[in-house]
Structures are given as structure tokens and as C-alpha cells.
């Protein structure tokens, strides 16, 4: 198996100017964001990245909302992997439970978020109506990023360890629902290799790994994947506005 190397430490080093910059220019986008599609009146749960909570997604949570989704955090504080889900994710999973009663839930995960999404979905697919992920490096080795020995600093947890290599080969696979992936090429954390795969719906985006999730391309994508996915069965009698048609999107 070929060895996929980590982003490059001048990409690493840009990381937070490319994040600043985004900041500073997110106002050209407005109307970008503003015509894509609304919402169907759906659950949607976020869940974040590494180390951080509910705040780090409170843009793309008001977006959505403002879209017409009905949307929750995770409610979990810092996403410190197992530490804060269980070791089956079974935290996480009584939460998405406590959501489904009209219906399974969409998840929309960054980073790590995204990686534990698809863990809920291979373990509960009964509670799942789809997967978006942002950025989450579910599709290859640790070593492909520059973060693994932050992550197993914060979640206790070892890289090369037979039962977490195991683990990470089950999320990897094919999921029994919808799956998309945005995914960045220039990504400084992570390699964009390894972050879809070829049974998710790959949307290719340019942006660093920091703040990714409010990146004015990656809400409009994640709004027009949401708008082209069906509506789950027990949503339809929630629902609050019909989809729109899929707008094509480039990186």
C-alpha cells in the first residue's frame, strides 16, 4: 500500500492566514450563500471538530437554520473523542436517539465530527437518514495528517493500536445510507486524499482545515447536498419547505 503523506509544513504554516483571509472576505459572498437552496424542514445534528464544542459550529448551525432545517449541536462540550461519546459512541448515539422521533437524523460532521457521524451510522443505521462530512480524514492512515499526536494526546487513545485500526477500517466502509464528502486538496491538517472516498459524494472545495466549516463555499455546499437528498419518511409530514434543485459547485 502506498504511504500518503502528511500536508506540507508551508501548508501547515498557512493555515491560520488562509483562515484569517476567509474571515476577512466572507462579506463577498452573500449573495452566494443567500440562493442556495433552502431547506426541507429536516433534523440536522452538527458535531465538531477536535477539541471543540457547539461554538465552533455556530455559523453553519444559523445558516441552516435560517435554511429551514431544524438543527441541534451536540451538546457534549470539547469533542475529546471517546472521552466524550463512549467507546461505541454510545453517548452520542442516546442523543441522536432523543432526536428521532420524527424520523432518522441527517448528520453533518467536521473533522473528527465527521468520522464519529459515520461511526453512528454503521453502528445505529435505523437512526440515520444521511452523512455530510467536512474535512474528516475517515478514508486513510493517521499518519496522513499533521494532528494524530494531538489526537491521541486529548483522547487517550493510540493510533496503532489493533482494536482503533480495526475501528477505523469499519468506518471507513460503505454506509448503509446518503453520504457526501467536502474535501480540500489544500487542506493543511489532513490530506485531502483521505478525507471521501469513492461511494460518497465527493465536493471538492480550496480552504484550510481551520474554520473550514465557515467557509461561505462549504455552507452553500452543505445546503445544496442537504436540498438534493430525499426527505426522510417520518420527516414528511414536518416538512417546512420543498427542496431545491442541486446547483453544480466547484473547488
Known sequence: MAVIPPPSKALWAAELPRALWM???????????????????????????LFNGDRSNIL??????????????WGQGRNL?????????????????????????????????????????????DLVAGVVTIASPYAGPARATNVWRVFERLTGERIDDPAIIARSAAIA????????????????????????DDAAQAIEVRSSHLWVQHRPQVLAAVATILA???MPRSDQGQQQAAPSPTMALRG
Open 228 to 230: 438534493g437528498w430525499p
Open 173 to 196: 466502509g460503505p454506509l448503509p445510507c446518503r453520504t457526501a464528502a467536502i474535501w480540500s486538496r489544500s487542506d493543511g491538517l489532513v490530506a485531502g486524499t483521505i478525507c471521501r
Open 23 to 49: 474571515g476577512a472576505t466572507w462579506w463577498r459572498h452573500r449573495a452566494a450563500l443567500a440562493a442556495a437552496p433552502s431547506g426541507d424542514g429536516r433534523t440536522v445534528k452538527l458535531l465538531p471538530g
Open 81 to 125: 473523542g471517546v472521552r466524550s461519546v463512549g467507546t461505541a459512541a454510545e453517548r452520542l448515539i442516546a442523543r441522536i436517539e432523543s432526536l428521532a422521533s420524527h424520523g432518522p437524523v441527517t448528520l453533518v460532521g467536521v473533522s473528527l465530527g465527521g468520522i464519529m457521524a459515520r461511526m453512528v451510522a454503521q453502528a445505529r443505521p
Open 60 to 73: 453553519l448551525r444559523r445558516y441552516l437554520t435560517a435554511k429551514g432545517y431544524r438543527v441541534h449541536g
